[in-house]
């Protein structure tokens, strides 16, 4: 098991900047994939980056192409997804997911979640 738990969501203004953290534990946190999905209100659960296993390759939604980045630090088990240049359409439920043990980001299937955290962005 992977215990997630995410931080660092709030209510910004469209062009800010917020910073989510996920802190993992129960494995070995470099063994795995990580991810970030969001859910708006109605709409379904979407993709928004992922990283893989040392860091080094990263996988983008367009839709946050340019304006978010993952990145994530083994020694301290825990994965951040940067973003900046927010709008209003970015307003969700933020999730941190961990893929399969030794997984790839290109065809990240995530197989634990955190509890989420809000992300609100007023125009």
């Known amino acids: 098991q992977v215990q997630l738990v995410e931080s660092g969501g709030g209510l910004v203004q469209a062009g800010g900047s917020l910073r989510l953290s996920c802190a993992a534990s129960?494995?070995?946190?470099?063994?795995?994939?990580m991810g970030w999905f969001r859910q708006a209100p109605g709409k379904e659960r979407e993709f928004v980056a992922a990283v893989s296993l040392s860091g080094a390759s990263t996988r983008y939604a367009d839709s946050v192409k340019g304006r978010f980045t993952i990145s994530r630090d083994n020694a301290k088990n825990t994965v951040y997804l940067q973003m900046n240049s927010l709008k209003p359409d970015d307003t969700a439920v933020y999730f941190c997911?961990?893929?399969?043990?030794?997984?790839?980001?290109?065809?990240?299937?995530?197989?634990?979640w955190g509890q989420g955290t809000q992300v609100t962005v007023s125009s």
């Open positions: 997911a961990a893929g399969q043990p030794y997984g790839s980001i290109w065809s990240f299937t995530p197989v634990y």
């Open positions: 129960g494995r070995t946190f470099s063994d795995y994939a």
